[in-house]
Every structure is written in C-alpha cells, then in structure tokens.
C-alpha cells in the first residue's frame, strides 16, 4: 500500500498513517550489525567494532567501558593458554594494564569511570597473581 516514494516521502517527513506498521530504518553501518549484539559505548552510544578484546577506551569518546566478564586472564595478559608463562611478559603486561587502568588515573573522571577502573584494576590483579603462581596457575587451567 504505502510502497516506493509515497512510503518514502512519509517516513523521511515523520508521516505515517496509523495502524500501519512502521519499519525500523537501517543505514548502511545499523544494516551491518542487524542481528549481532555488539556493545555500546555507556558514556556516548558509539558501537564497539571487531577487536573489543584489546580495547579498554571507546574509540569515540576515550571512555572507560566496562570489564568483559567472559575474558579469561590468559587472553587479558596477552598469554598462551599452557602451563608455562613467560613471567618476564606477564610482569610487563601487567605494568602496560595498570597504567592504563589504575584507578589512581581516573581521580578527575566520571564515578562510572572510576568505579570500572576499580574493576579493571582488581580484575588484572587477580590475572597476574594467579598466572604468576605455578600452583593457582595450574589450577585455572583445569577449571
């Protein structure tokens, strides 16, 4: 009924008769990533792309995000998943993640900002002390 440009003219206007069902208007980036639940941004609603495992700030706004709570510490400290770990590496990784995360560096933020770099802090504590120790190593390993 409402078809091409007529249907068209009516939604770009904002006219739509009533009990006509609307269609939700995709752009070329919304019609991309139609199905998936790629995260936002909290601070400014900015989509999250590929590669989110290795970004911390929203590429937009520079924000803090929220800690992915499926990531396990091997992949956090940028380690292969065995026994054995370069203590060497992880020892720089951990330094690289808490001047990024610290919460010490977030004084002047926002509190969501703090309170997830409060969060990142702990979580990359927890990830050195337990891949640094051969014994809690091993046993996050089988669990």
Not at 5 to 18: E, I, S
Not at 128 to 135: E, S
Request: net charge positive; glycine share 6%; with cysteine.
């Amino acid at each position: 009924m409402w078809r091409g440009r007529v249907g068209a003219f009516l939604r770009v206007w904002g006219f739509w008769p009533t009990g006509v069902p609307r269609r939700r208007l995709l752009s070329c980036d919304a019609a991309s990533q139609a199905g998936s639940n790629s995260p936002h941004c909290w601070n400014c609603g900015g989509p999250w792309g590929p590669g989110r495992e290795n970004r911390f700030f929203c590429p937009q706004c520079r924000a803090l995000q929220a800690p992915d709570p499926t990531r396990d510490y091997f992949s956090l400290m940028d380690c292969n998943r065995s026994f054995r770990v370069d203590t060497a590496k992880l020892q720089h990784r951990y330094q690289q993640l808490q001047r990024l995360v610290h919460p010490d560096f977030f004084s002047q933020r926002s509190q969501t900002e703090k309170d997830f770099s409060e969060k990142h802090s702990t979580l990359v504590n927890d990830a050195y002390k337990t891949l640094l120790a051969p014994l809690s190593r091993g046993l996050y390993l089988v669990s």
